[in-house]
Structures are given as C-alpha cells and as structure tokens.
T-cell receptor, first 111, second 112 residues
Framework: SQTIHQWPATLVQPVGSPLSLECTVE??????LYWYRQAAGRGLQLLFY??????ISSEVPQNLSASRPQDRQFILSSKKLLLSDSGFYLC??????????FGNGTRLTVT | GQQLNQSPQSMFIQEGEDVSMNCTSS?????WLWYKQDPGEGPVLLIA?????ELTSNGRLTAQFGITRKDSFLNISASIPSDVGIYFC????????????FGTGTRLTIIP
C-alpha cells in the first residue's frame, strides 16, 4: 500500500532563517506531488505541484520554493523565513490510479 | 478559475443528530472527493465519487455526485463525538491529471 511521510511534525524557526521540509511517498511510482498551506482555521491553499522529477509549478508568488530531486521526494524550502510564512504545511500525492492523499502536516511557527 | 462554494461554513449540532453539507461549482467536475480533517492532522479521504448520480456510503457517511456534475452532498447519520472536525469537498475534471479544486470547508462541532 502507498504511504506518505512528511517531516518534521512541528518546527519553530526565527525570522530570516532557512527552511527545508521534506516529503516522501512509498508504494507508488511517478506520483503527482503537491505542497499546500493552511492558515489557522482556514482552507487549503495550493503552493506548488509537480508532475515529475525537476518539474515544479508554482501557484502563488511567495518566499518559498519547491524541488523534486527524486521521483517520490518533494522538498519545500526558503532561504529566509518571514513571519507570514507561519502555518500548517501539507504534502500530498495522487496519480491516475489514486485520488489525492495527504501527509500528516508540518506546523511551522516563525518567531 | 473554478470555484467551489461549500456550505454551511460551520455547524453546531447535538450528538445523535444527522448532518448535511454540500458543495456547488460554477463548472462541471468528473470526480468529487470528500475529506475530513482532525485538529493538527492532514485531511483524510472519506469518499470518492466518479460518476454523475452516484451515491456512495462509508459507514454512517453517505455522499452523492450531483446529476448536473456541478454539486455534491455529504450526509452523516447519528453523529458521534469523533465526527468533530473540518470537512472539505474537492472536485477534479481530469482524474489524476490535474490539481483539485477545494471547497472552503465545513467545521462541525458537537454540543454536549
């Protein structure tokens, strides 16, 4: 069966520090991969999606970037965090045979 | 772009009551999905609908794919405390080949 792993679960970072969140999927090949952000009590905002290695589409202009160095690995990064980057970050995957499934999320607090 | 209107935004019910929520779209979808999110966790897929008119159940949950392909409904019967959370609908035109469009969520609270 397919599983998605996302880490860390929680992160507290100072303003101006770098960020790296990692997500990996197991049990499937060539998944579509997604990064969403969710503000407290709000809906799901799509940040990036990828249909293959090295292929990244950005949905909103922001201080963040994404990379896909391997088929089942998706990384969310920032060179310098802003206070407004705080939120709940969710990785997700799907493909032609499976609807979208989410990871457990990373709670990021920028102080 | 496409927009999903999900209603109600929030619900306050007593344990044992039935719950109904819905999503409507300005354009058609070929797939409707319903998710539940518990506090501090990622959304979990509850029900997937792939055909207009389809009615699918998952325990006490029942969801329907509207015949016009522009709406979907989720019903929860005999609510229990663990039903508390945020429910999201999502639509997709080309399954597995494009990003989902999500509703804004329905927050369900059970009054003791």
């Amino acid at each position: 069966s397919q599983t998605i792993h996302q880490w860390p679960a929680t992160l507290v970072q100072p303003v101006g520090s770098p960020l790296s969140l990692e997500c990996t999927v197991e049990g499937t090949s060539n998944p579509n991969l997604y990064w969403y952000r969710q503000a407290a009590g709000r809906g799901l905002q799509l940040l990036f999606y990828s249909v293959g290695i090295g292929q990244i589409s950005s949905e909103v202009p922001q201080n963040l970037s994404a990379s896909r160095p391997q088929d089942r690995q998706f990384i969310l990064s920032s060179k310098k965090l802003l206070l407004s980057d705080s939120g709940f970050y969710l990785c997700a995957w799907d493909n032609r045979n499976s609807p979208l499934h989410f990871g457990n999320g990373t709670r990021l607090t920028v102080t | 772009g496409q927009q999903l209107n999900q209603s109600p935004q929030s619900m306050f019910i007593q344990e044992g009551e039935d719950v109904s929520m819905n999503c409507t779209s300005s354009s058609i979808f070929n797939t409707w999905l319903w998710y539940k999110q518990d506090p501090g966790e990622g959304p979990v897929l509850l029900i997937a609908l792939y055909k207009a008119g389809e009615l699918t159940s998952n325990g006490r949950l029942t969801a329907q794919f509207g015949i016009t392909r522009k709406d979907s409904f989720l019903n929860i019967s005999a609510s229990i405390p663990s039903d508390v959370g945020i429910y999201f609908c999502a639509g997709q035109l080309d399954f597995g080949n494009e990003k989902l469009t999500f509703g804004t969520g329905t927050r369900l609270t059970i009054i003791p």
